[in-house]
């Protein structure tokens, strides 16, 4: 995958740092408020930029935090009350009825 451009990556991180304490969006969701299809690219600007941003707000499209991210992510859900679900196995994911956000 090639590098994001300049004002691709600006536009998805002003989205991010938009969202609200404990509400969230896809990668998809950030994708989508910039007029793009390109959830991919999200995640890659995410990975590469987005340690300056509340990254744990942006989750997959099932509701689960960034992979290897998941206890950290987990911390900051419980500080914002993010609504969240869990597996019977433990595993945890985003409710994302409830807690999706749109910046319109």
Partial sequence: M???NEDFVSRVLAVVEEIPAGRVMSYGDVAAAIGSRAARGVGQVM???GGDVPWWRV?????HPAQNHESRALEYYRAESTPLTWSASGVFRVDLPRARWSPT
């Fill in 2 to 4: 090639s590098e994001p």
């Fill in 47 to 49: 990975a590469y930029y």
């Fill in 59 to 63: 989750v997959r499209a099932s509701g």
